[in-house]
Every structure is written in C-alpha cells, then in structure tokens.
C-alpha cells in the first residue's frame, strides 16, 4: 500500500505570495492532518480534516487554510507569506472515524514539504 | 494544557551501547502514546506506540512501556547500531486527532 505522498517537495517564495501545498492519504485513510515544524518551535498542529470537514484546528492565523476534497486529499494554503512561515510542513493521514475519538487512531506522516519564504 | 517533554539532547554513544531517552506527558486523561523517528531530510516514521497503561510498545529492538503512575514512557534500546541515528520524538494525543509532540533527541550512534 502507498504511504503519504506530498507534492511539492520543495518551494521558494517571497515574502507577500501565497502557496498551496498538496497532501495524499493512504488508501482507505479519511482523516488528514497538518503539522508544521520548524527549529525554534518543533512540531505544532495546524489542522485536521476528515470527511471534508474541519474537525479541529491549532493556534495559527487565519493565513493557514485547508481543505479535503471527496477523495480524502487535502490541500493547504498559506496567504500573505512571512519569513517565519519558512518551515517543514508535514501531512498525516489516519483511518479517522469512531477510533480517533479515543486517541487510539494512529498517524501515519508524508515525507513533508520544505518552504522557503525569502 | 497538554503536553510532552522528552530529555534534552544532542545525545552520542557508541555502537552496541544501551540507549534510554526519557519522556514524560501531563496526565489528562488516559492518551495514547507515541515514538516517531525522524531520519534527515524524511518525514516523521511511527516507531511504536502503546494505548493504555501497561503497555509495551516495541520495534525494531526498541521498546517504551506506558507508565501512568509516572507519566513516563521511555524509550530503550539494548544495542544501539550506527543507523540508529536520527532524532526522535515522543507524542501524545492532545484531543481528537492532535498530536502532541516533545521537542525531539538528537541522536548519534558512532561507530
């Protein structure tokens, strides 16, 4: 079974662009969440989607936004760069559903994609 | 709020040598617990995980068993081999599908 594909790998921005990442779960997987990480604040939640619909979402602006599509992949955007959105933004996929409620869902991450914002 | 705290590194051994890198949570609730590995230049790889107390989760010759009355979860390794070497992290779930993670060991196994 293919893991968690994220397309691009690598993207440079400038400052005041916006970028649109791309996420592709494992198969039968309908829960998607994003992490960003950076070297000064590590791992910290973005968002989670599961059957197109935000189902819970971290401290970040309002510049960070999501979606999922019917197929379960899921897209993030990020509008207005700044320097600090530099960063490894990673994609996780799940089974999502009844289990997840219990914290016993297991994430499974993508290679991730690499933003530079000059 | 909850959260995960992992010991400092960088941590360096040498090949064969036992490894422990500790963790501990906040105890809200009873969540399940995580070790992701993180190799350069890749994602995150779950590495093991345990859902409630007393569980031992294991891989690849690594271990962490769920300690509530400690709030720990540890990961051990008896024989630490050169591709070891990656940072790894320690997690919990935070409520539906967050993750929550710790800051991350550094680790360097040299030949």
């Known amino acids: 079974k293919a893991g968690v594909t994220q397309t691009p790998r690598y993207l440079i921005k400038t400052r005041g662009q916006q970028v649109t990442l791309s996420c592709s779960p494992i198969?039968?997987?309908?829960?998607v969440s994003w992490y960003q990480q950076t070297p000064g604040q590590g791992l910290q939640f973005l968002f989670e989607?599961?059957?197109?619909?935000?189902?819970n979402k971290g401290n970040f602006p309002g510049r960070f936004s999501g979606r999922q599509f019917s197929n379960s992949r899921s897209e993030m955007n990020v509008s207005t760069l700044e320097l600090g959105d530099s960063a490894l933004y990673l994609c996780?996929?799940?089974?999502?559903?009844?289990?997840?409620?219990?914290?016993?869902?297991?994430?499974?991450f993508g290679p991730g994609t690499r933003l530079t914002v000059l | 709020g909850d959260s995960v705290t992992q010991m400092e590194g960088p941590v360096t051994l040498s090949e064969e040598a036992f490894l422990t890198i500790n963790c501990t949570y906040t105890?809200?609730?009873?969540?399940?617990l995580f070790w992701y590995v993180q190799y350069p230049g890749e994602g995150l790889q779950l590495l093991l995980k345990?859902?409630?107390?007393?569980d031992k989760g294991s891989n690849k010759g690594f271990e962490a068993t769920y300690r509530k009355e400690t709030t720990s979860f540890h990961l051990e390794k008896g024989s630490v081999q050169v591709s070891d070497s990656a940072v790894y992290f320690c997690?919990?779930?935070?409520?539906?599908?967050?993750?929550?993670f710790g800051q991350g060991t550094r680790l360097t196994i040299n030949p």
């Open positions: 996780a996929s799940s089974l999502g559903g009844s289990s997840s409620v219990g914290g016993t869902d297991t994430q499974y």
């Open positions: 198969s039968g997987h309908r829960s």
């Open positions: 989607y599961f059957s197109e619909t935000q189902r």
């Open positions: 105890a809200t609730g009873y969540p399940s």
């Open positions: 345990a859902t409630k107390a007393d």
């Open positions: 997690a919990r779930i935070g409520g539906a599908q967050k993750l929550v």
